[in-house]
């Protein structure tokens, strides 16, 4: 008996932002992620923009201006 070997491609895509004092030229943030065969990688990015923004907000980097603009 005879079974073909098959494979499988997958495509994963990572992503890195760094924060960087302009000045002292000191890494200050960083923030990783992957992701695999996303079924859009646009809608990825969106995501991943809005997570990223999320979180520097929390960890006190930059301000929410879209609480503000919202009032």
């Given at each position: ?17 760094n924060l960087y004092d302009a000045r002292t030229e000191e890494l200050i943030w960083a923030a990783q ?39």
């Open positions: 008996m005879y079974a073909p070997g098959y494979y499988d491609q997958q495509q994963v895509y990572y992503l890195e932002t992620s992957e992701t695999y065969d996303p079924s859009s990688i646009d809608n990825f990015l969106k995501g991943y923009v809005k997570s990223i923004h999320e979180r520097m907000v929390k960890d006190g980097l930059i301000a929410d201006n879209r609480t503000n603009a919202s009032r």
